[in-house]
C-alpha cells in the first residue's frame, strides 16, 4: 500500500536551498515544479534519499496552515567523514551549530543549518 517517503523542507528563498542541497550537500535535482521559471518546488536525491524544498506560498495553496521556521525535525545526512564534511561546508560559510563529536554510538556527528535555519546532522561512521 504505501511506497515511500520523504521529508518537504518549506524555504523562503529556494534557489537559495536549492543552491546550499545540491552545490554544497551534492544532492541531484530530480523533479521541478513548475519546469520553466522560478521554482515553487522541488525534489531532490542523495543516494537513496529524498527531500523536496517548497516555498511558503506553494504550501499556502496546498490548503494547509502557512508553514513558519523553526526546528521541528533534524535532516541527517551520511557522509564518508564527517569531519572532512564538517569543515567543506565551514570554508562555503555554512553555520557550524556544533562542532563534529564522536557519540556515544559510535559515530562522529555534527550539526549545520541550512539557509532557512533547518538542523542539519552530518554524521559518519569510525572507519
Same mark, same amino acid.
Given at each position: 500500500?504505501?511506497l ?5 523542507? $518549506?524555504?523562503?528563498?529556494?534557489n537559495? !536551498? ?8 551534492? =544532492? /541531484?535535482? &530530480? ?11 522541488v525534489?531532490l536525491r ?8 517548497t516555498? $511558503?506560498e506553494a504550501?499556502?495553496e496546498? !490548503? ?8 521541528? =525535525? /533534524?535532516? &541527517?545526512i551520511?557522509a564518508?567523514d ?9 570554508t562555503a ?7 563534529p ?8 556527528r555534527a550539526?549545520v ?15
Open positions: 500500500m504505501f515511500s517517503s520523504f521529508p518537504s523542507l $518549506y524555504t523562503v528563498d529556494i537559495r !536551498s536549492l543552491a546550499f542541497y545540491r552545490d554544497l550537500l551534492e =544532492f /541531484e535535482e &530530480t523533479f521541478r515544479f513548475p519546469d520553466k521559471g522560478e521554482p515553487e518546488h525534489e542523495l543516494g537513496n534519499s529524498l527531500i523536496a524544498l516555498t $511558503y504550501a499556502k496546498g !490548503s494547509v496552515s502557512a508553514p513558519t521556521p523553526g526546528h521541528p =525535525f /533534524e535532516l &541527517t551520511w564518508e564527517a569531519n572532512q564534511a564538517i569543515d567543506r561546508l565551514r560559510e555554512v553555520p557550524v551549530i556544533i562542532e563529536k564522536v557519540h556515544k554510538a559510535g559515530i562522529t550539526y543549518s541550512d539557509p532557512d535555519g533547518n538542523w542539519i546532522a552530518i554524521v559518519s561512521r569510525k572507519k
